[in-house]
């Protein structure tokens, strides 16, 4: 079974950094693409950040442009999110995921399009 894993979650303050991690665990697996999510109580589950390994192409919502940076190691597909200039909104559940190499090259910022997830970090900002 697939599994990864987050971490780097925390408490911290409005304009503050966190730089949350991601590796794979249990069965290896082949991905072209990988992406960040996060989901706030009430909300929906929304992708913050998509990376596609063939030349390293990153999407971002527009909500954390210029202000996220997603990075990774394809070989290992581990993953990283530079979260800086954090705002309370920014507050969620963030979670790793990968899409499985039978999906093909294209990137996706749909969660339906993931196949392997993480437990999910918890990122919390204070005003």
């Known amino acids: 079974q697939v599994q990864l894993v987050e971490s780097g979650g925390g408490l911290v303050q409005a304009g503050d950094s966190l730089r949350l991690s991601c590796a794979p665990s249990?069965?290896?697996?082949?991905?072209?693409?990988m992406g960040w999510f996060r989901q706030a109580p009430g909300k929906e589950r929304e992708c913050v950040a998509a990376?596609?390994?063939?030349?390293?192409?990153?999407y971002y919502a527009d909500s954390v442009q210029g202000r996220f940076t997603i990075s990774g190691y394809n070989a290992k597909n581990t993953l990283y999110l530079q979260m800086n200039g954090l705002k309370p909104e920014d507050t969620a559940v963030y979670y790793c995921?990968?899409?499985?190499?039978?999906?093909?090259?294209?990137?996706?910022?749909?969660?339906?399009?993931?196949?392997?997830w993480g437990q999910g970090t918890q990122v919390t900002v204070s005003s």
């Open positions: 990376i596609t390994w063939i030349g390293s192409y990153t």
């Open positions: 249990g069965r290896t697996f082949s991905s072209y693409g």
């Open positions: 995921a990968a899409r499985d190499r039978a999906r093909g090259f294209r990137s996706s910022m749909d969660s339906a399009e993931y196949d392997y």
